[in-house]
C-alpha cells in the first residue's frame, strides 16, 4: 500500500544528481539578479520549500521573503521586485493565482514546478510525484532554490555540493519508536521548517498527529497537550547541539515521553542542502510508520477532505 511512497523516495539521489548541472539555473537566476526584493511563494510544502529558499537567498545578500500563495496579493509588490513562485504540479489554484498576478505586474519571475506544468518561465524538477505523500519534487525543488542561490552570490552549494547531497541520501532513521498517541518533532533554526516539512510527511502518510516545531514554540505552549503517551524527535544536525532544543529534550525524559534522535550530515556548505538528507530520513520514518499502522501513504486525503471543491486547480 505504500510502494509509489518507497519508490518516489528511492528516485531522489538520481532526480537530485540530475539537478547539479548550473545551465538549468543559470537564465532563470539572471532575472532575479539586481532585484530590490525577491518574494518566495507557496502552499503546504511548497510553502516550506519557499522558507528556506528564502534564508538561502538572504545568504546570497538578497532581500528575500516568504509568502503564502493564498495570502498573496498585488498590493505587496514594489518597484524593483521579483518572484518565485514554487508549485510541484503547476495545478494548485493559489499558486496559479499568484503567478498570474505577478504575470500581470510584469514583475520578474521564476516558477519551480514539475516536468508537466505549463509555465514556460519555469525551471523543471524531473520526477511526476507517484503518491500524494509528495517527496521527491520537494526535494529537487529545494535543489533547484540552491542551485538559484549559488548563481546569486551564496557561499555554499554548487553542483559538487549538489552531487555530495545526492549521496548522503541511503540511511535509515535507526531506532525512532512509533508513537502510542502523537508526536512532536522539535529543530533548532532552519531546521524547524524541516521539522514542520516531516512532520506533514507522517500526518499524510501514517495518520499520525504530528507537529513540528522550533524549540522557542515548543516552550511557549507547544508542549502543553503532550504526556508519556507520545513522543519527542529531536533534529540534532551538527556536534554542536542548541542548548534550548537539549534542555527540551530533558524535559521531556523527566514528563516521560519517549524520546529520540535524528542527526544528519551538514557538510554541503549550503544551509538549504544541508536540509535534504534529514529530510529524506523524516520522509523514510513516516513510510514506516504508515506500514506499521497498515496506512496507505499513497493516497492521503480521503473521504469528505478530498472533496472536489476544497482542490480547485483553475
Known amino acids: 500500500m505504500t510502494a509509489q511512497l ?3 523516495i528511492a528516485a531522489q ?3 537530485i544528481e540530475s539537478l547539479a548541472d548550473p545551465g538549468l539555473t543559470a537564465e532563470a537566476a539572471s532575472r532575479l539578479a539586481g532585484a530590490r526584493r525577491v518574494w518566495l511563494i507557496g502552499t ?6 519557499a522558507e528556506l529558499g528564502a534564508a538561502e537567498f538572504t545568504a546570497a545578500g538578497l532581500d528575500a521573503r516568504t509568502f503564502a500563495a493564498n495570502a498573496f496579493t498585488a498590493g505587496v509588490l514594489r518597484d524593483g521586485d521579483a518572484a518565485v513562485v514554487i508549485s510541484h504540479t503547476g495545478t494548485t489554484a493559489y499558486a496559479r493565482r499568484s503567478r498570474q498576478i505577478l504575470l500581470d505586474e510584469k514583475v520578474p519571475l521564476v516558477g519551480v514546478t514539475g516536468p ?9 524538477t524531473p520526477v511526476v510525484e507517484a503518491s500524494e505523500t509528495y ?3 520537494y526535494t529537487t525543488a529545494l535543489t533547484v532554490l540552491a542551485q538559484l542561490a549559488y548563481h546569486l552570490g551564496a557561499r555554499g552549494g554548487g553542483p559538487q555540493a549538489v552531487r555530495e547531497t545526492a549521496r548522503a541520501l541511503g540511511d535509515e532513521p535507526g531506532d525512532v519508536p512509533l508513537p502510542a498517541r502523537a508526536m512532536a518533532i522539535v529543530g533548532p533554526g532552519l531546521w524547524s521548517v524541516t521539522a514542520r516539512e516531516g512532520a506533514l510527511k507522517i500526518r499524510e502518510g501514517a495518520r499520525i498527529l504530528c507537529e513540528g516545531f522550533d524549540p522557542d514554540r515548543l516552550l511557549h505552549g507547544g508542549a502543553v497537550p503532550y504526556t508519556a503517551a507520545d513522543t519527542l524527535l529531536v533534529l540534532q ?4 547541539p542548541d542548548e534550548l532544543t537539549t534542555a527540551l529534550r530533558h524535559a521531556a525524559v523527566l514528563e516521560r515521553m519517549q524520546v529520540a534522535t535524528l542527526t544528519a550530515p551538514t557538510s554541503s556548505g549550503s544551509a538549504l542542502l544541508d536540509q535534504i538528507p534529514m529530510t529524506v530520513l523524516l520522509q523514510r520514518l513516516a513510510l514506516r510508520f504508515a506500514r506499521q499502522r497498515g496506512q496507505n501513504a499513497d493516497v492521503a486525503i480521503t473521504g469528505a477532505w478530498a472533496d472536489h471543491d476544497l482542490w480547485p486547480t483553475e
Not at 503546504?44 to 520549500?49: F, I, K, V, Y
Not at 544536525?237 to 554542536?240: G, S, Y
Open 13 to 15: 539521489p538520481e532526480a
Open 116 to 124: 508537466d506544468a505549463e509555465w514556460p518561465e519555469a525551471v523543471r
Open 6 to 8: 518507497e519508490r518516489m
Open 237 to 240: 544536525p551538527t556536534a554542536d
Open 44 to 49: 503546504g510544502t511548497s510553502l516550506h520549500a
Open 135 to 137: 517527496t521527491v519534487s
